[in-house]
């Protein structure tokens, strides 16, 4: 069981999606196989998580003529990495998620951060000195090459990840096609508030990642908070008899966010989804809501805007 948030579009995209960030090769393949199996009908991808194909076999064993699901049945988002924002490669880098999730569209193409790298193969080109190649290649430029891909229909619509409300902004001044989702950190450690109404009042819908305060991130360190561990949640969980992640997950639907959680374990694979069953009173809500002490997790790779040639 799922429930759906319908996009302006007319796209209907469920609330709940699997999240494969972080999730390894190795794990990702049984990852989906499960969530499927479970009933989510959304997975959340990426180039840059460098596990694509492997999400790609899972979705071969079950979407497609003769097997269980239409292509239709199932949404599926990817993301258009940093390298890939001149627009002479921004359709070659489409077309190949698409080959590696074995889909001959996406429903979502979003532009992973509104920065451009140097481009080339590697993920994170460097200096000698480690510091990070930029471009200076504008996103406006970029999102005009993603608009042609709504137009090839290599993809139904497109959006935006990591950006603020004013980048938001000038791409909707631009746009020929809308932004119809903005792909940004929020939890209760950064419930995102003032970006949630400012989308929610251009008519972009945010979807939340780490919803769950992704405390498997690689640069974790012991004495930050763990959101998942937090007595306060504990105590309004057990109220409700579910579980924290569960009781955060529900916090997101019902302020209109839709949230992917990554999880690899089967359990809680299938708990993540089951949260259709209760609703936090005003009060919980709230009292989620005040936890707010703009946590940061998921550092962005660039804190400023003008941006150097290597
Ligand atoms: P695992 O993948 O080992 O199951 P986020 O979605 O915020 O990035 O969080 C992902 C982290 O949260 C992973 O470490 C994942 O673990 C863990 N996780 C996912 N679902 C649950 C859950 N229901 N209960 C506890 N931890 C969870």
Same mark, same amino acid.
């Given at each position: 069981m799922n429930t759906f948030v319908t996009l302006s579009t007319r796209q209907r995209m469920p609330v709940i999606g699997l999240g494969t960030w972080k999730s390894t090769s190795g794990q990702v393949k049984q990852a989906v196989h499960t969530a499927l199996e479970?009933?989510?009908?959304?997975?959340?991808?990426? =180039? =840059?998580?460098?596990?694509?194909?492997?999400?790609?076999?899972?979705?071969a064993l079950w979407?497609?003529?003769?097997?269980?699901?239409?292509?239709?049945?199932?949404?599926?988002?990817?993301?258009?990495?940093?390298?890939?924002?001149?627009p002479q490669d921004v359709e070659e880098a489409c077309r190949t998620s698409l080959a590696d999730l074995g889909l001959s569209y996406l429903d979502l193409y979003l532009m992973h951060w509104p920065i451009a790298f140097q481009r080339g193969k590697e993920l994170m080109p460097r200096k000698e000195d480690g510091s990070i190649c930029y471009s200076d290649t504008h996103y406006r430029d970029t999102?005009?090459?993603?608009?042609?891909?709504v137009d090839r229909g290599l993809v139904k619509a497109i959006g935006l990840s990591n950006f603020n409300a004013r980048q938001t902004d000038d791409i909707i001044?631009?746009?020929?096609?809308?932004?119809?989702?903005?792909?940004?950190?929020?939890?209760?450690?950064?419930s995102q508030a003032d970006l949630l109404s400012h989308c929610r009042s251009v008519g972009v819908c945010v979807t939340a990642y780490s919803?769950?305060?992704?405390?498997?991130?690689?640069?974790?360190? @012991?004495?930050?908070?763990?959101?998942?561990?937090?007595?306060?949640?504990?105590?309004?969980?057990?109220r409700y008899k579910k579980t924290p992640a569960q009781v955060i997950l529900r916090w997101h639907i019902q302020r209109g966010v839709v949230c992917i959680p990554k999880s690899v374990?089967?359990?809680?694979?299938?708990?993540?989804?089951?949260?259709?069953?209760?609703?936090?009173?005003?009060?919980d809500t709230k009292s989620?809501?005040?936890?707010?002490?703009?946590?940061?997790?998921? @550092?962005?790779?660039?804190?400023?805007?003008?941006?150097?040639?290597?």
């Open positions: 479970c009933g989510y009908r959304h997975f959340d991808c990426a =180039a =840059a998580y460098e596990n694509e194909k492997e999400v790609g076999e899972a979705l979407v497609g003529p003769g097997k269980a699901l239409q292509r239709e049945e199932v949404f599926v988002t990817s993301k258009l990495w940093n390298t890939k924002h001149d999102w005009t090459a993603m608009e042609s891909l001044s631009m746009a020929r096609h809308k932004p119809i989702v903005n792909q940004v950190e929020c939890h209760p450690y950064l919803p769950l305060g992704s405390g498997d991130r690689p640069w974790a360190s @012991a004495n930050e908070p763990s959101l998942l561990a937090d007595p306060r949640l504990g105590a309004i969980a057990q374990t089967p359990s809680r694979i299938q708990q993540n989804l089951n949260v259709f069953d209760f609703s936090l009173s005003e009060e989620i809501e005040s936890f707010y002490h703009n946590k940061r997790f998921i @550092a962005p790779t660039v804190e400023r805007e003008s941006v150097e040639r290597c």
